[in-house]
């Protein structure tokens, strides 16, 4: 709907409408619009104020030449790295710094990070243990079985839980490299009952093993400009801090296991058949996903136990990382998927046992290469060659490859939510490739910057997979049941991520949520977009801070978002704004208000300070300063001489200030505007979190309109918010929100009802606006004759 609008000029006074500021100048007024300032770190030559990489930045990186052997008798695992670690820090390195994250699997080595324990109303007889002091060893962790520099020689270090240091024979100095060896074991979990991202699973119907073998071998932990060793213990939370770096891995495995890893297999024509090579070279231009394993040929392995081995070798270029898997029970399928913004061709594949066939060969696949591509267009170009989605009763990521769920019944059935769920899953984990994969942030000290981040563009991705999926995460109502929660069980996002409770909610939903309102509601979509395009460009292959984010996303749309940083990242407020009061006006064309007559008024005196201060006292008696009134007798006008004593006031002469307006409007002009009415709405923040204003307007003849004003109306009065409208049509209703984009906790008071109820009606008065030639005093930032006299 549009407002009619007429040629005549109104001004209309409403003494009951007067806005927040006059209301309440400055009352209520707390931090919530202050900039975040020292906050946030010192922009530097490393990380600039406009978030991106300054002219310094720098990040190491190593390389890792990998030989392993997978024991499937002893589920052991055995290898040997040899790691080339690049100083291109300004620093000199007397040590350096790996993770052994397998150490957390043991019940001596690992990092212990308790939580309170009360008695169980049950237990069953695998939980219910005695107590062991000192625990017993379980026999899981790494077992370091040499540490030697590249020629061989002994290097001495030491291992803290799940961090070992080394010290190294001479200072590492900026430009340098350190090559170095390390041969390990350790035996591989039931990942199923002992939980953790890696280890096996054993299917009891066949026998087989399904080995997902992550954080498998000491990694060099991070060293940067903001944090220098991130060497924080794992735990089992708090994920991973990696350097970029080019890995080649020979993996030597059962001969009938399938393997698929990190990077590109660079011998599949020595390790499949001529017919599974002749399947994978037609899968690398098809549209459509082929079996490269069949189904038939999965099924039969499963019943062999090969006493042969075969060695499968992978490379991978620029990844922080590197996982793969093995077993004799995969179904292996792939079809060739093209990025438009690089012209990357992609290999989109999935591995899956025949138990989730039903799921993986229709889904899989095509959710892979929807994602990949989806992403792209929000984030930054694909630029690997391989993505992977692996089935594995579970969820969790790693560059090009990632490990999900999906299983069906026995008799091939499921349910839609197992269908939707593992769609999800797969695009959220095939998703981290760009967080934190190639965007690599510090996930061990912020979760949020890789789960939320990529939580919201899953969000994006399942829209556009199905406008109708159900998304558990993304829009701003799913959030509202965790906003509701009593303060102690809520931390900020800005949290590290050992100590956060609700670590779904807080890592990942609130996060996502905030971002989707920025887009939907307070920046828009335009730029939204540009803004955080513009973040994952400046930052991928490069390790970004949560700053970093914060200032690209203001720098690249011009929005000032430190009040929603603020709010939704810093603190734990909800959002619950209501609609305290509506007050109805209608015109009154008879009364002329006070404001529109003439004021008139006599000068006493000029405007003078009424107290000589100390400043002025010791200026008058610093006789080297000379004031320029005395010397230039231009300036010696009638207010110099009466300050002097040299003239007096004529205090019988009287002075008029003409009002902006006194007529009153004609039979004609009345008509034009007698239907008009006045709503003034008091909006109450009661939950703490400012947001925009969204109302809605239903009018009595059914029509509807929608305003939304941004969240600065709450800038002088955090608490309290008023804003005057006028209709020519009556209302019926205002909703607050009527799409439930603010994650508003309580919406029971965002409606209003033309009933009576919560209104109070006032009339204001309307006359016609003089057109030219009133004297408009401080309107225009000229002071008028009363107020250079000192009158108010």
Known sequence: MKLKVTALSVFIYMGAAAQNIQNNPGSNHGNKFEQLGTILPTPNVYRTASGAPGHAYWQNRADYDITTYLDE??????GSETVTYYNNSPDDLDYIWLQLDENQQSSVKKADFQFSSSLPQASNDQQLKVSEFPAKDNGFGVNLEKVTDFSGNPLKYTVNKTMMRIDLPKILKKGEKFVFKIDWNYNIPNRIKMGGRGGYENFPEDGNDLYTITQWFPRMCVYSDFHGWQNHQFTGRGEFALVFGNYKVSMNVPADHIVAGTGECKNYEQVLTSDQFSRYKKSENASEPIEIITLDEAKKAEKTRSKQRKTWIFEAKDVRDFAWTSSRKFVWDAMKVTIPENNNNVMAMSLYPKEAYGLY???????VAHTIKTYSEYTVPYPYPVAQSIEAANGMEYPMICFNYGRTEKDGTYSEGIKNGMIGVIIHEVGHNFFPMIINSDERQWSWMDEGLNTFTEYLTEEKWDNK??????????????????????EPIMSNSENIIQFGPNAYAKPATGLNILRETIMGRELFDKAFKTYSKRWAFKHPEPADFFRTMEDASGEDLDWFWRGWFYGTDPVDIAIDKVTIATPDFDATPKEAKDIKYKVDKPLQNDFTDISKIRNIEDKTISFEVDKDKSLQDFYYKYNRGLEKVDQNKEY????ESSAHLNNKERE??????????DFLNKGGLVMPLIVEFTFEDGTKITDKTSAQIWRHNELKASKTYYFDKKIK???LDPMRETADIDTSNNTW???GSSTTT?????FKAKQEGATRGASNGKLNPMQAAGKK
């Not at 008798?73 to 055995?78: A, G, I």
Request: charged share 25%; proline share 7%.
């Open 73 to 78: 008798e002893k589920r052991n695992l055995k």
């Open 361 to 367: 060969r229709p889904y899989s696949t095509k959710a």
């Open 469 to 490: 999926f159900p998304s558990r995460r993304g829009p701003a109502h799913t959030i509202v049941d965790y906003m509701k929660l009593p303060k102690d069980q809520l």
């Open 656 to 659: 008029t200030f003409k009002s």
């Open 672 to 681: 034009i505007l007698k239907n008009i009415t006045a709503y003034q709405i």
């Open 733 to 735: 209703s205002i909703q």
């Open 753 to 755: 009802s033309n009933d």
């Open 762 to 766: 006032s009339k204001f008065s309307v």
